[in-house]
């Protein structure tokens, strides 16, 4: 009884853990390798019901009922999200016509203006086979339509399904389109053309914004204004690659999502400019809560900005928290509390589970926790007794960027592999602008549009848009300004964050306790070990580890699988120049190498399957870009048929011989459909499951 003794004791400071368990809840659903059937759910529902039983009738129990009911709570939230979104996607390749309704206009990683389709129409597949949304990238000359939100356009494009992971443990791309509804993604590169302009009253939101885009670029020209309208619109389709690299390599890619910052940015100005100009009118300031009405009002301005945006998930992320905190103002209640952030944390996860998994919500969160506790943690004299009262703003500032720099570097450097050396001198040179600049004048933009006085706050942001691309390409082309990092361990993440709650939320000694999962995190991140070899998807790109990193097959092609691979590796070497490491020989399209002592030969191009009988002879195992009809007997051999069942493939070696890990393994709602393969006997000796 001493633990659950000790659990009511504490119990003040239990209620964060809530949030907590049911994001563990929602992690563990993830983590499964089949679906879970109409029984679990049952006894999920049991366990809440039990949970909560066991709550209300022993208060000394109460903790430990609280803390089984989240965890099904959470498991089961995930389960239900996953099923509510369940629409089909392509099981083939398609090329031909698609009708659809644009729905969204932004850029791929190529620079490419991309579409995002609803309403689809695909020949000769029907209704229920065909995807709520697809996405197309426009390629080649596309003058003949502007596409608008809510138009209906008709064009020629190549759609597949979307891609899963590009090696075993990466990042599931097909998953997460699954929770987009995205069916399919391809490219054109036939003109779009215009089939019905928008109807009156459809996407009335998404064709305000085009309008609103479109003014801010007609008065600010070039990527200042691209980004000022990105940042105030959520219309990021004018930003070039360019830029957003750049804005990458400093640590200012926060600075256009419109996340946290943005929406406190924006709320802050108008709770100040309602608050104390209502208070400046003393037949209102006597008689209303000028505080109140600056808080609601703030709240209509944040949801407008929620619906102008997109409601992307980092906006409807920031909206929660500032929708928690103005709601605190409200009830006379302490704003900005690790209480007010559990509930924020718990509407989001149980609204979009799947946001648990997005980096946004791991970084938004982290440095919210942190900002609050690091702040409190201090003795308030240091810097309002000690420092003069000018230096207070700068000491905050850079203090504030440090603390979240810190608590959101883990995730950054394990989602994206990277670590910009220069983050902090970055923001502490442009949060002030975004802050006192650019925001601001944009709501002062609005109120002025209808008399025809935006241009003048409008000139404003885009000097403040200016200064912050020109410190971004300055901090990114600094010698060092990115460390790669390499992928940690699909656990050490987990096991990492979970170190970090018990040392923020737990007191006494027993505080001290959190320091041993976050210092094994790090042995976990330390000690990850990459695959020797790594096969594409389609077999037509392989990269093979050596002593001057991974050497990839080929110069070009299969560039986004090449991109993450190097990326995982901690690798910043393009594609290019990964080709000419030694690793490889062999003329294009023939690339032999040696894998644990055993010759290999990846096949490629148009006359794979001519050299496949000769290869035969002297290789050990043959990789083939292709699907043969007869392949020669007891020839060892990975083809497309073999791919399209396992996926990428990693290929470990140790003393005991090679090991291989596919991709797909895991049976879920968003895994494309079974299909049973062979190995090649030479590998299949120990087959390891693919990693989730």
């Given at each position: 009884?001493?633990p ?6 504490a ?114 597949v ?25 138009q209906?356009?008709?064009l020629?494009?190549?759609?597949a399904?979307?891609e ?44 305000l ?22 940042a ?7 930003i ?6 750049a ?8 600075l ?56 992307n ?36 996860l ?7 998994l997005e ?13 609050i ?47 910009t ?22 709501a ?6 209808p ?15 200016r200064?912050i691309l ?10 060092g ?61 392989l990269g ?15 560039g ?14 393009p ?13 294009k ?23 496949l ?5 002297e ?6 870009a ?33 090991l ?33």
């Amino acid at each position: 009884m001493a633990p659950l003794e000790a659990l009511q004791t504490a119990r003040g400071l239990l209620f964060p853990w809530i949030a907590v368990l049911i994001g563990c809840g929602i992690g563990i659903w993830f983590t499964l390798e089949s679906e879970p059937g109409a029984g679990s759910y049952a006894l999920a529902a049991l366990l809440v019901a039990g949970g909560l039983g066991l709550g209300w009738r022993s208060e000394l129990a109460r903790p430990l009922g609280l803390a089984v009911a989240a965890l099904a709570i959470g498991w089961s939230a995930a389960g239900i999200r996953a099923h509510s979104l369940d629409a089909p996607m392509l099981t083939f390749r398609y090329y031909g016509p698609v009708e659809g309704r644009i729905v969204k206009i932004d850029r791929s990683q190529s620079d490419a203006l991309r579409l995002t389709l609803d309403q689809v129409v695909l020949q000769r597949v029907s209704p229920e086979r065909t995807p709520l949304r697809v996405r197309v990238s426009l390629q080649g000359e596309q003058d003949w339509l502007k596409p608008t939100p809510g138009q209906v356009v008709i064009l020629t494009a190549h759609l597949a399904a979307p891609e899963g992971p590009v090696e075993p443990g990466a990042f599931d791309f097909r998953r997460m389109a699954f929770f987009d509804q995205l069916g399919a993604v391809g490219y054109t590169r036939t003109p779009v053309l215009l089939l019905e302009e928008p109807t009156d009253g459809a996407l009335p939101i998404d064709r305000l914004r085009t309008w609103l885009t479109l003014g801010m670029l007609a008065h600010m020209e070039g990527q200042p204004g691209a980004f000022a309208a990105g940042a105030m619109t959520g219309d990021r389709s004018a930003i070039t690659e360019d830029t957003v690299q750049a804005l990458r390599d400093s640590s200012l890619a926060h600075l256009l999502a419109i996340s946290g910052m943005n929406m406190a940015f924006l709320t802050a100005f108008v709770f100040a400019l309602f608050r104390y100009g209502l208070a400046l009118i003393p037949f209102i300031a006597l008689r209303v809560n000028t505080k109140k009405v600056a808080a609601l009002v703030s709240l209509a301005v944040a949801l407008f900005y929620l619906l102008l945006s997109g409601a992307n998930v980092a906006t409807e992320r920031a909206f929660i928290m500032i929708a928690v905190l103005l709601g605190a103002v409200l009830l006379d209640r302490r704003a900005l509390t690790l209480r007010s952030v559990a509930v924020a944390a718990m509407i989001l996860l149980l609204l979009k589970p799947e946001s648990l998994l997005e980096p946004g919500f791991q970084m938004s969160f982290a440095a919210t926790v942190a900002l609050i506790v690091g702040f409190a943690a201090l003795d308030g004299s240091i810097y309002r007794e000690r420092l003069p009262r000018w230096l207070m703003p700068v000491f905050t500032l850079v203090l504030s960027s440090l603390i979240g720099g810190l608590s959101t570097a883990p995730y950054a450097a394990a989602h994206f592999n990277r670590f910009t050396d220069y983050g902090l001198l970055a923001n502490v040179l442009t949060v002030p602008v975004m802050g006192a600049v650019i925001m601001p004048a944009g709501a002062v933009a609005a109120l002025l549009a209808p008399i025809g006085l935006a241009w003048l706050p409008l000139w404003f942001m885009e000097q403040g848009a200016r200064w912050i691309l020109f410190v971004a390409h300055w901090i990114a082309g600094l010698e060092g300004a990115v460390t790669a990092i390499p992928a940690p361990g699909p656990w050490a993440l987990p096991v990492f964050t979970l170190g970090a709650i018990w040392l923020i939320l737990w007191r006494g000694r027993v505080q001290l306790l959190g320091l041993l999962p976050v210092l094994a995190a790090l042995a976990l991140w330390v000690t990850a070990e990459r695959p020797v070899l790594l096969v594409s998807g389609d077999g037509r790109l392989l990269g093979l580890a050596g002593p001057e990193g991974r050497a990839l097959s080929a110069p070009k092609g299969g560039g986004f699988a090449a991109e993450n691979w190097l990326q995982n590796d901690g690798d910043l070497l393009p594609q290019a120049k990964a080709a000419e490491r030694p690793g490889f020989d062999g003329p294009k399209g023939e690339r032999w190498f040696t894998l644990a002592g055993l010759r290999v030969v990846s096949l490629t191009g148009k006359g794979a399957e001519a050299k496949l009988a000769r290869v035969c002879v002297e290789a050990a195992l043959v990789i083939l870009a292709a699907e043969p009809e007869l392949p020669p007997e007891d020839c060892p051999l990975i083809d497309q048929r073999t791919l399209a069942a396992t996926g990428p493939l990693a290929i470990w070696t140790d003393a005991g011989g090679i090991l291989i890990e596919p991709t797909k393994g895991a049976r879920r709602l968003w895994s494309p459909p079974a299909r049973e393969v062979e190995l090649p006997s030479l590998l299949a000796s120990d087959l390891r499951p693919a990693a989730q």
